[in-house]
């Protein structure tokens, strides 16, 4: 932010300038940039090596839009979003670096996320809550605070109508074209819904989550394989910032994680969650299931 409160107008007209000649600058650096893509064509690349194709999430953060520069490599775009400045694209693999190089644009592969099965029970045991005691549910519980007129996005499998959701399972959305967010293949979404809002119904009152008054809302980003893309969850989190005054979302989960080697000022996914953040939805991530050995 230019200020001018000590040094007069002259300074704010001096910064003014200085301000159009950067965005001159930039314009001119990536106008020669794509006039060098444009007249290589991504020549001298093996014919089998041109034809190569990979698909990634292409962001901008300057004047360069990322349609226009998918473009311009001889690339496509297939989803545009609208919560970052950003598209999923299938680019030549041999244009990655070149597309990487151009001023503002970052790329990104568009990698598969597993979400991880839940395990068969290994026998008999007696119920127990005692996770609902350490982090203070039970407590809260009692003073008659379940999570009442809060609503939960569960990012993942789905969630089936089971009894423990009667009546909260309040809406939701299939991103993976199966076309029913209410009907979990997998298992996980289900399991981890009855985490965070299961009243119990289910299991005749012996089992229930922390919040078993809330409502809970299905966004289904993978199908019966417990797989899905970066891109599908940007979709996830995209709609649940779309439809958040529509269902009082306030709180969005999202139980799944991968390797990203980038910062995450430029990681796309991390740049989605700061939105849905600054949306005013609060983003709760898993930590991982392998302690301090969480490589994988």
Known sequence: MWRNVLFGVNVGYRARLGRRKKRRLAATATAAALAAITASSITGVPA?????????????????SPINAVLQVGGSVQTQFHLIDG???????AAAAVLDA??????TPDAQVSLQDVPESTG??????????QTGASQLA???????GVT???????IDQLPDFSGRLIGGVDLTGGGNPFQDNYGHGTFVAGLIAGDGASSGGEYSGEAPGANLVSIKVAGANGLTDVGTIIQGLQWAADHQ?????????L????QSSESTLVNPLDLAVQAAWNAGITVVASAGNAGPFNGT
């Open 48 to 64: 089998a090596s041109a034809d190569a194709r990979e698909s990634v999430i292409v962001t901008a953060s300057g004047l360069l």
């Open 152 to 158: 939960v996005a569960v990012v993942d499998t789905g």
């Open 87 to 93: 598209v999923v694209a299938s680019i030549p693999t």
């Open 142 to 148: 009692a003073a008659g605070d379940t999570g009442q």
């Open 245 to 253: 005054a529509l269902y009082q979302i306030k709180v969005l989960n």
């Open 102 to 107: 151009l001023p503002g644009i970052s790329v």
């Open 124 to 133: 008999p045991h007696a119920p127990s809550d005692a996770f609902l005691n």
């Open 255 to 258: 139980s799944l994680g991968f």
